[in-house]
C-alpha cells in the first residue's frame, strides 16, 4: 500500500494508459480522480472499477486546455477530500500526419491539449498541491525520435519535457516534477488507424520485440508517484523498453 491516505488526480483517466495508472493506485491505497474531458461513460466505470475493488475513487469531468475547468478540477477534489497529494497528468490527443498535411486547427488542438494542459494544471498545483507532493507529467519517447508524421506531437512533448525540467526548481515545497516517456503502447490512442506492418515494425524496434501493454507503464507511474522516488526531480524517466 505505497500510496495509503494519498489523493491523486490522473488526468485522461478514463480509458487507455490512464485508466491502468488510475486503477493500480488506488490497488496501491490511493484515493483516485478519474478525470475525462467527454467520456463520462468510460470514468463512471473506471470509478466503479475502483469501488468494486475496495479502493476509492471519484470521477471529475475538466478539458486540461481550460483553465477555469482545471481550478474547479482542483477545487472539487479539495473541497471532497482535503488535499492533493500527487498529479499525473496524463491526459493527451496525437494527430499521425506529414507536417505539410497539419492544419492551423489541428495545430492549434495539440497545443492546447498537451502543453497548455500542463500548464493551466502546473499553476493551480503550484499553490494547491500539498507540500512534498509529486508530479508526473506525461512525454513520449517520439520526442527523441525523428518518426515521419509526429512532428508536431513530437514537438508538444519536447515542450513538456522542458517545462517540467525548470519547474522543478521553481515549484519548491519539497515537491518533486518529474516526466515519464513511454514508447509505443498498446492503447487505442496508438493502434487507431495503423496497420498490422507498422504496429510489428514499431515492436521490433525495442529490445523485448513488443508493444508495452499500459500496466508496463502504470508500474513505472506507481513508483514516481510513491515517497520512494522522492530524490528524483527535473528528470525525464524512458519507459520504452530501449527503443531509445
Do not use: C
Not at 161 to 190: D, H
Not at 207 to 220: K, Q, T
Amino acid at each position: 500500500m505505497k500510496l495509503k491516505n494519498k489523493v491523486v488526480i490522473v488526468t485522461g483517466a478514463s480509458r487507455g494508459i490512464g485508466k491502468e495508472v488510475a486503477l493500480l493506485l488506488a490497488k496501491n491505497g490511493a484515493t483516485v480522480i478519474v478525470n475525462h474531458s467527454n467520456s463520462e461513460d468510460e470514468a463512471n466505470q473506471t470509478v466503479k472499477d475502483i469501488i468494486d475493488n475496495g479502493g476509492k475513487a471519484l470521477a471529475i469531468k475538466a478539458d486540461v486546455s481550460q483553465k477555469d475547468q482545471v481550478t474547479n478540477l482542483f477545487d472539487t477534489t479539495i473541497e471532497t477530500y482535503g488535499k492533493v497529494d500527487v498529479l499525473i497528468n496524463n491526459a493527451g490527443i496525437m494527430y499521425n500526419k506529414f507536417l505539410k498535411d497539419n492544419t492551423q486547427e489541428e495545430f492549434t488542438k495539440l497545443f492546447d491539449v498537451n502543453v497548455r494542459g500542463i500548464f493551466n494544471t502546473l499553476q493551480e498545483a503550484d499553490q494547491k498541491l500539498a507540500d512534498n507532493g509529486i508530479i508526473i507529467n506525461f512525454s513520449s519517447s517520439t520526442a527523441k525520435l525523428m518518426f515521419p508524421k509526429y512532428a508536431l506531437y513530437s514537438a508538444t512533448k519536447a515542450a513538456v519535457e522542458q517545462i517540467t525540467r525548470v519547474f522543478s526548481k521553481e515549484v519548491g515545497r519539497g515537491i518533486s516534477v518529474n516526466a515519464i516517456a513511454p514508447g509505443a503502447t498498446a492503447t487505442e490512442l496508438f493502434l487507431n488507424g495503423k496497420s498490422q506492418e507498422i504496429i510489428d515494425k514499431m515492436s521490433a524496434m525495442n529490445a523485448f520485440n513488443r508493444l508495452a501493454e499500459p500496466i508496463d507503464i502504470a508500474r513505472v507511474v506507481l513508483f514516481m508517484a510513491s515517497d520512494d522516488s522522492k530524490w528524483i526531480s527535473g528528470q525525464v524517466i524512458g519507459a520504452n523498453g530501449a527503443l531509445v
